[in-house]
């Protein structure tokens, strides 16, 4: 039970985030494939991106969502959406870190993997999970179409 009276599971309330996250991933234009992970009480989702569809030229990109609610109803969210494809290797995280202040930080490493990720500071501008999904989709797009 937590300080209202009522129960807070947090395994089945990130399970409920991540499930509607899947379902906005699913109506964007460019994900051809969303899968929670493992099906029976999700973890993080798995979304197959066809960044063709945006004019660029990269193979197996994905994007990971990772979604934990804290253990009860007042934690900060902790979550990621992390973008990978043949060439990068980037996302933006909502968690404490060593490599900056404050909860929100954008990480990136080039190539296949090998070099130490960088580090710099984000301010998330919402923690709803359903606006985030149009949010930072539109950031993986600036950000690969930059490059």
């Known amino acids: 039970m937590d300080e209202e009276g009522g129960s807070n599971d947090p395994g089945e309330a990130s399970h409920g985030v991540l499930w509607s996250i899947r379902q906005e991933l699913e109506r964007h234009p460019v994900v051809t494939k969303a899968r929670g992970f493992p ?3 999700f973890t993080e989702v798995v979304a197959e991106i066809a960044v063709e569809r945006w004019g660029i030229g990269r193979e197996d990109a994905t994007l990971t969502v990772r979604w934990f609610t804290g253990e009860t ?3 900060k969210p902790e979550f990621s959406f992390h973008y990978s494809d043949d060439k990068t290797d980037f ?3 909502h968690e404490p870190n060593p490599h900056v202040d ?3 930080h954008f990480q990136e490493r080039s190539g296949a993997g090998e070099d ?8 998330f501008p919402s923690e709803n ?3 985030l999904v149009w949010e930072i989709m539109a950031h993986v797009s600036a950000r ?3 490059e």
Do not use: L, V
Request: negative net charge; without cysteine.
């Open 39 to 41: 099906s029976e009480s």
């Open 73 to 75: 109803r007042e934690s």
């Open 91 to 93: 996302g933006w995280h």
């Open 102 to 104: 404050g909860w929100g």
């Open 116 to 123: 130490d990720y960088s580090y710099e500071p984000f301010t």
């Open 129 to 131: 999970p359903s606006r």
């Open 144 to 146: 690969i179409q930059s």
